[in-house]
């Protein structure tokens, strides 16, 4: 759900597909299912560790894809509080080392009643954020809250996630609110049902599979 500075909101529905190799590689696919203006339109990412991250947007009307390229990245996604550089951030930070990110620990803090450490993140890849501060659950080891902040250390972004469930033995936020902070926007992103371990092959995060759709 879109929420803009007036109140108003938006909805959109969609099914993410990911897959998480052991050398690291991150591939995700995303299908728009509602409102029908976005219906059919779909997201590609593979995120590579070490080298430059590739996305695609497909777009139903022209029935073709288009690369996202570096200068697009930090345009919003379907009009979301995230942007496309979020989306590869999110699919990656968990595996940055400290040649991509130097790390600092910046303390403690409770998120929600949750006691977490602070953990300091600067990217050493040019453009994006200045610096990232990761609030990481000290028991369950799950962020808790990313704050964005921009090349001169102002807080842009905050992302804050909750409702923590297990899905078997894997702790899972089924609720992430992104805020635009200069904007007074916000997106709420709710998740209905979450499996693991279903057995998707490398052949379903293609090009290809954008236009056929999650099946």
């Not at 930090?74 to 991509?100: K, N, P, V």
């Amino acid at each position: 759900t879109i929420h803009d500075k007036s109140g108003s909101t938006r909805e959109r529905s969609m099914q993410i597909f990911d897959e998480r190799s052991p050398d690291g590689e991150d591939k995700t696919i995303t299908f728009f299912s509602a409102p029908p203006e976005v219906k059919g339109t779909a997201f590609l990412q593979w995120s590579h560790p070490g080298k430059d991250n590739e996305q695609w947007l497909y777009l139903p009307e022209v029935k073709r894809s288009r690369r996202i390229t570096s200068q697009l990245r930090d345009q919003s996604f379907m009009g979301t509080d995230f942007s496309y550089r979020d989306l590869e951030i999110l699919a990656e930070i968990h595996g940055w080392t400290e040649a991509q990110a130097a790390s600092t620990l910046a303390g403690s803090e409770d998120v929600d009643g949750h006691a977490c450490w602070l953990i300091a993140l600067t990217p050493t890849s040019p453009g994006g954020y200045g610096k990232i501060v990761l609030a990481l659950d000290k028991e369950l080891l799950v962020p808790r809250k990313l704050t964005f902040h921009d090349a001169s250390g102002a807080a842009v972004k905050t992302l804050v996630q909750s409702d923590v469930k297990n899905v078997g033995a894997i702790p899972t936020p089924f609720h992430m609110d992104m805020q635009t902070l200069d904007k007074g926007t916000h997106t709420d992103a709710v998740l209905s049902d979450v499996k693991y371990d279903t057995g998707l092959g490398d052949g379903f995060f293609t090009e290809r599979q954008l236009q056929r759709g999650p099946r």
